[in-house]
Every structure is written in C-alpha cells, then in structure tokens.
C-alpha cells in the first residue's frame, strides 16, 4: 500500500501544478447568495476566489480530475458538495474530516474504483447525511473504503455499479443508514444478516439486479422494498409473530410462478406483483395476510381464473389491476367482498363471462374491460354499479339496447341508460351497426367514444339526453356519409372528431354552439357551407381539414375566416384545395381571391365569345336560307 501511494504522490502534485498554472476564475460560474454553480464548463477545480462561506458548490459535469484541498480552493465549509459527471480516480485520504458542516456529497458517475484499488480510506465523513457513488465502477468490496466511517449517513445511492454481492462488512461503518439504492447492479447473493444491524433503515432499494430468491425476509423495521427486475422464482418471509411495518413491495418483473408468502402480521398497502408466470391464485400462507392492501397489480402474469374466494381478506382493497392474463371468467356474487374498491382493470384477457351481484362493487368508479371481446352481458350489469364513472369497453362486441325493447331480447344487448355518474364510456372498435334512440339517456356523460365501428348508422335521437352534459365525441373511422343525430342540440360540446369518414357536407350547427375542437380530416368535402362556419367561428379554437377534395373557389368565404380568423390549423401544411388552373392541389395558404376573379373573367370572356359565335352562325344561316330562296324566286319569274 505504502508503494501505491508513493506511485500517487508524483501524480497528485503534477496535477495541482497543472491546476494551479491553469487560473480558475469565478466569473463564468452562477453565484446565488451562498450557492455557487460552476456546471460543465471544462473545470479541473474550484475557482480561487470562491466567496468566504459559500455553502454549496456544483463542480458537475466538469474535468475534475483528483479531490484535494487545493481542488477545492481551500474551503471546508460547505453543506453540499455536488462532483458528478467528472473523472475523479483520486481522493486526499481525510479530505472531508474537518468539512463538519457537509450534508451532502455527489460523487457519481466518477472513476472511483480506480481509486478503490489502492484500499485506502477516504477517511471519516463526519456529517455527511447522503452520499451518491453510483456509477463509479465500484465492485463487490470496493463501497467499503468510502462507507468505513460514516456514522450520520442516512441516504446512500450505488445504483448503476458492479455489485456482486452485500456481504455483513458492507455497511458496517454507516450504522444510520435509513435508504440505500443498490438499483442496477449484478447482485447474486445476500449474506444472512447483510441489513440486520441497520434498525433505522426504511426504504431498500435491490431491483434489477440477478437475485433469485429470498426465503427468510426479517427486515421488521422496513417500509419500502424494491425488488423489481430480478430473477426471483420464490419470496418467503420468516415464520415469526413479530409485526412488520412494510407498506410498500414490489416485485414485478420476476419469474415467480407462486403469489408471494407474505409476513403474517403486516401493514402492506401496495403490492406489485406484474409481469411474472403466476398461473394460480388461491388461500394460502402469505396471502391471508393482505387485508391491508389498497393497490394489488397482478397483470401480464398467465392467470387462468380469479375465484371470489381469492378475495376474502381484501377488506382495504381500492384498485385492482389482473389485465393483460388469460381471465375467461370473473365473477363478483357476494356483496361483503371488495366492498372498498375503486378500480378494477380486467382488460386484455380472455372473458366470455362477467357476472356482478346486486348490490355489489358499491364503491367502484372505473372498469377496463377492452380487449375482451365480450358480446353476451345481463342487459343491466353495469347498472348494478352505482358509483361507476368510467367504463372502458373497447375492442368487444356489444350490442346497444333499445331503450324501449329491454324487456324483447334482454340476452342480446346491453343497456347504458339511467347511469347517473357515468361521465366516460368507451365503445370503440364494437363492429357497432347502429345506435339507437335514446341509448344514453338519464346519463351524464362528458365523454363519448364510438370510433372504429366501419358502418354504424345513427339514429336521429341517438343522442339526446346528452344536450347539457356531453363535452367530447368521437366518431371517426367509421365510414360515416350522412350524419343523422342532431349535433346542434348538444349545447356543451366542444370536442368533436368526424375524420376519416366519407361525410360530403357538414353537420348543422348554429350560434349557440360551443365547438371548439373540430377534426374533419380523410372526409369527402368539397363545399363547406358558410353558414355553418361562421356559426362556429365564434367559438371554434382549433380545425383540422387536411385530405379533403376542396374546391379552391367555391370555399373563398371558409377560406377568409382560416386565413384572418383566430382559428388554429395544426394541419395547414397538408390542407389542399382543386383549382381548374392548376394540375396539381393547392396548399390553403396560397390562394387568393385574384386566382379565382381572374378565372371567373376569364370564364365569361370565354362565354361571351361563344355566345357571339353562336349568334354569328345563326345569322349565318339564317342569310343563307334566305338568299337561297330568293334565287329560286327568281327563277320562277325569268320562266
């Protein structure tokens, strides 16, 4: 070691020779009161003439090279010390011992393990409180020469190093540790008691390392534990009595086949278990013990059923998210259960069955259903949810009830009708043929979604009882030529997408519309009428009309109102009108009335002179005729 940092020596003083040849001035730095900031600007130190008491300095992203007192400018006593993003192989060995008042050091994205080589103490850090030293190269072992005496030390990041293993040494000497980040490492292996010295730590921080199993979880004091993207196949906790305060657990991203063995006693509230191969669910030890979960993620696992009995214990229960599993069934009958949820996220699965109880999922506001290609539903199942606010049943195939046929064929639709809090209701991509009278009345929805259903027709009153509420609307992509709901009545609309149809006029509005969003592109439109226009000019914000056949002259009017009104169009790049003058579309933008006065002239000298040769020809004729039967008269009378 001794012939380590006689190899040093001569580097070190090079360096603070460079440096000192090299003046360092203040200028270039941000001074604010006691905060200096010297980021990136190609710095081997501190400037010289820092302020007397300055109490933070931001070095990042500079040249920093080796820490020293001289790198340093001589102070000692700042409260944050910010060195990330340089190339530090070097530290002074006590270089923070009389820096009392240092809270916080920044030392990431360094060369640290350069420096880790020579096994050398950077010494005592006092009064550090947080220490960053991720990125640095560090490998199992190396963390100890920074971590050896650091007794105030309570937020401690690694992330981004080369982590093998944390071994009983590791944080010997940083015994007030209450977070540590080990995020992106290569971590393989945990000793037995690697944490048991650390009673303040509360957040633990392991994910996407290569851990693949934790069988004896004892960390009684911890509230929050990440163990996201590793290759856990089993978590077990200890079979002990003692109460565990974790709240927080996440171990999505794992290759569990089982749901995990949860401490008995506990106060878990958010469980993330997603994206592992969990095939089954059902009582067993560790799941009885979730009545305090609030937030339950078990989506992208292969979930083949979720059988109510699954459920018995999630009295705390608000959202639950199984999407994206093989669910063909789900069923909620009894009414003490999930009495609390809010949110249930079914969507991506297989369900041909849903079936809710009276009286159950009293308190549930959003339902993800899309993706399921559900078509058979009790025609009043989502009546039965009294608090429901959000429906999302894209990519099914429903059928909208007739509001007076309920009670003909109630096995073949479902019904919308008299939901009062229903606010949002997606119904794209429903292969939807047409949509009654009357399908949502005695609602209040702000936002209606029928896109992608190629053919639908719509019924005249389709839409009424949405006059007072109904805020957005989507129609587009369906292959839409004649709109026949009456749009002008829905005095609150203010969104309302109509592309990619094949609609030839315009849907009536007037004066007291509210239109501020109007998407028109991919239709048919040739003429828009003016009157139309100028209705929604009063309030009309923002109108796409790109991939249309208009008419350059037969629109001069709309084309005023785009061209000097406030009206924003995103799309006026691509917005294209057909001129008899011209071969190819011209942009919007371009056209002027003279381009079409001039053809409009130039269209009734072309007439005139054809109406003059027109007369022309007639007379001619006409004097032929008669000068042909004057020469015959004459001839008769010569005879």
């Not at 999930?338 to 809710?356: A, C, D, E, P, R």
């Not at 406030?566 to 579309?585: K, Q, R």
């Amino acid at each position: 070691m001794a012939v380590f940092q006689l190899l040093f020596l001569p580097l070190v003083s090079c360096c603070v020779a460079a440096s000192a040849r090299s003046p360092r001035h203040l200028p270039l730095c941000q001074v604010v009161q006691m905060d200096v900031f010297c980021s990136d600007l190609s710095l081997r130190g501190a400037p010289v003439n820092l302020p007397h008491g300055v109490q933070m300095l931001d070095l990042s992203c500079n040249q920093v090279q080796i820490l020293t007192q001289e790198t340093l400018a001589n102070h000692t006593g700042f409260r944050h010390l910010n060195l990330h993003s340089n190339k530090i192989h070097f530290i002074q060995p006590g270089l923070f011992k009389d820096m009392t008042d240092l809270k916080v050091l920044n030392l990431s994205r360094n060369h640290l393990n350069v420096f880790a080589l020579s096994k050398i103490n950077i010494g005592p850090l006092t009064a550090v409180e947080s220490l960053d030293l991720s990125s640095n190269g560090l490998y199992t072992g190396m963390s100890d020469y920074f971590l050896a005496d650091s007794p105030s030390l309570k937020n401690l990041s690694l992330n981004g190093n080369s982590i093998t293993k944390i071994t009983q040494y590791t944080f010997r000497g940083s015994l007030s540790l209450r977070k540590i980040s080990l995020h992106n490492n290569v971590i393989l292996e945990i000793e037995d008691g690697a944490f048991d010295s650390l009673d303040r730590l509360t957040e633990l921080d392991l994910s996407k390392n290569s851990i693949t199993c934790i069988t004896d979880f004892n960390l009684y004091n911890l509230t929050v534990l990440n163990l996201s993207k590793n290759s856990m196949e089993l978590f077990q906790s200890t079979k002990s009595q003692h109460f565990f305060k974790l709240e927080c657990l996440d171990l999505s991203e794992n290759k569990m086949t089982h749901f995990p063995f949860l401490p008995h006693k506990n106060v878990l509230k958010y469980l993330d278990v997603s994206r592992n191969q969990i095939q089954h669910v059902g009582v067993q030890r560790g799941h009885e013990n979730i009545d305090h979960v609030r937030y339950l993620d078990m989506s992208y696992n292969q979930l083949q059923s979720l059988p109510e009995l699954f459920f018995n214990c999630m009295d705390s229960l608000e959202v639950l998210n199984v999407s994206n599993n093989c669910i063909s069934s789900f069923s909620i009958t009894n009414e003490v259960l999930l009495q609390t949820v809010k949110i249930i996220n079914l969507s991506y699965n297989s369900l041909q069955s849903l079936t809710f109880g009276e009286n159950t999922l009293q308190s549930l506001e959003e339902l993800y259903l899309q993706g399921n290609d559900l078509a058979v539903l009790d025609h009043q199942i989502f009546q039965r949810l009294p608090s429901i606010n959000l429906l999302q049943l894209q990519q099914n195939n429903l059928i909208i009830c007739e509001l007076d046929k309920n009670h003909q064929d109630p096995q073949d639709c479902v019904s919308f009708a008299s939901m009062a809090n229903l606010q949002f209701l997606n119904l794209s991509e429903n292969s939807l043929r047409t949509l009654p009278a009357n399908a949502f009345a005695n609602t209040a929805l702000k936002s209606l979604d029928l896109s992608l259903n190629p053919g639908l027709v719509l019924d005249k009153h389709s839409l009424s009882g949405l006059e007072h509420s109904l805020i957005h609307l989507f129609l587009r992509e369906n292959n839409i030529s004649n709109l026949n709901a009456d749009l002008s009545s829905l005095r609150s609309l203010k969104h309302i997408d109509l592309s990619t149809n094949q609609l030839t006029t315009l849907p009536m509005w007037n004066r007291d519309s509210s239109i501020e969003s109007l998407n028109l592109q991919n239709n048919n439109l040739v003429t828009l009428d003016y009157s139309t226009m100028l209705a929604l000019e009063r309030s009309l914000k923002t109108l796409y009309m790109g991939s249309n056949p208009l008419s350059c002259c037969s629109n001069l009017d709309f084309l005023h109102i785009v061209q000097h009104s406030g009206v924003v169009v995103p799309d006026i790049e691509i917005v294209t009108c057909v001129h008899e003058e011209y071969s190819e579309p011209v942009n919007i933008e371009k056209v002027t009335q003279e381009m079409c006065h001039k053809a409009g002239i130039r269209n009734y000298v072309v007439a005139v002179v054809l109406v003059a040769l027109l007369v022309m020809i007639v007379f001619g004729v006409l004097f032929k005729c008669c000068h042909s039967r004057k020469r015959k008269h004459n001839r008769r009378f010569i005879a």
